[in-house]
């Protein structure tokens, strides 16, 4: 798997889907372990919930 980039409705929908699930050591797309990076549009000073972004980044993690 690639990193991707999705908006918050995708990345909602994905987890009402299943196809993106929370377990205890972390979430799994498609049942790989990856990372989800926030991305605001905004200034991080500026910012008044860190966990309201507009897009999000899928990163998958190596072992």
Known sequence: MEEQIVSKDEIVEMF???VLEDNDSGWLLYGQ???IIALHETDPKY???VT???FYKLVPIKK
Do not use: P
Request: net charge negative.
């Open 47 to 49: 910012m008044q919930d």
């Open 33 to 35: 372990e990856i990372q």
């Open 52 to 54: 309201n972004a507009s």
């Open 16 to 18: 009402s889907l299943g």
